[in-house]
T-cell receptor
Framework: DSGVTQTPKHLITATGQRVTLRCSPR?????VYWYQQSLDQGLQFLIQ???????AKGNILERFSAQQFPDLHSELNLSSLELGDSALYFCASSVELAANTGELFFGEGSRLTVL | AQSVTQLDSHVSVSEGTPVLLRCNYSSSYSPSLFWYVQHPNKGLQLLLK??????LVKGINGFEAEFKKSETSFHLTKPSAHMSDAAEYFCVVSSGGYNKLIFGAGTRLAVHP
């Protein structure tokens, strides 16, 4: 158990809808990262927050947004969903600001299916 | 630009035989390199990392990797495979931005009795 909790584990929805994925980082970790894993794109970095502030952006679509709250949990909002958004969404947390200095602890992911 | 290439999408070994998972990287500066493992229906877990200290890096569960700058490689090895090693393995390089990691496409390791 990594200590990172993601909900929901599975989500099935229709095109055009909006969903929110939630992540609770390990106790004491200030950095939260969101990744998307799909068969055709592999693991893609979406966005990072550190202590409530956005610190890095990757391949995140404009239809997607995220935030980190004062209690350090994070939410990833996906709107106007398309079939291609079907993927496994991972949250990871770390103590460090820089991803290359320490270990990222990954949750078990939220599997999104868009029908 | 930084990139990472995992040379095999699937590797199959017998239990008790050596494991070799190959990774080449491209980086315009001294990179940080990692191997992560993903067991079925689980999140990723760090196996080991290289951050410009010793070139031979030891990780968890008997895995190790050697950083070879001349070959731009960071191959993952284990002397003797266990059934529990069956998983997907990702080679990862840090990008120019210190907080962005670039993941390889993954190598699925199968271990047969």
């Amino acid at each position: 158990d990594s200590g990172v909790t993601q909900t929901p584990k599975h989500l099935i929805t229709a095109t055009g809808q909006r969903v929110t994925l939630r992540c609770s980082p390990r106790s004491g970790d200030l950095s939260v990262y969101w990744y998307q894993q799909s068969l055709d794109q592999g693991l893609q970095f979406l966005i990072q927050y550190y202590n409530g502030e956005e610190r890095a952006k990757g391949n995140i679509l404009e239809r997607f947004s995220a935030q980190q709250f004062p209690d350090l949990h994070s939410e990833l909002n996906l709107s106007s969903l398309e079939l291609g958004d079907s993927a496994l969404y991972f949250c990871a947390s770390s103590v460090e600001l820089a991803a290359n200095t320490g270990e990222l602890f990954f949750g078990e992911g939220s599997r999104l299916t868009v029908l | 630009a930084q990139s990472v290439t995992q040379l095999d999408s699937h590797v199959s070994v017998s239990e008790g035989t050596p494991v070799l998972l190959r990774c080449n990287y491209s980086s315009s500066y001294s990179p940080s390199l990692f191997w992560y493992v993903q067991h079925p229906n689980k999140g990723l877990q760090l196996l080991l990392k290289y951050t410009s200290a010793a070139t031979l890096v030891k990780g968890i569960n008997g895995f190790e990797a050697e950083f070879k700058k001349s070959e731009t490689s960071f191959h993952l090895t284990k002397p003797s495979a266990h059934m529990s090693d069956a998983a997907e393995y990702f080679c990862v390089v840090s990008s120019g931005g210190y907080n962005k990691l670039i993941f390889g496409a993954g190598t699925r390791l199968a271990v047969h009795p």
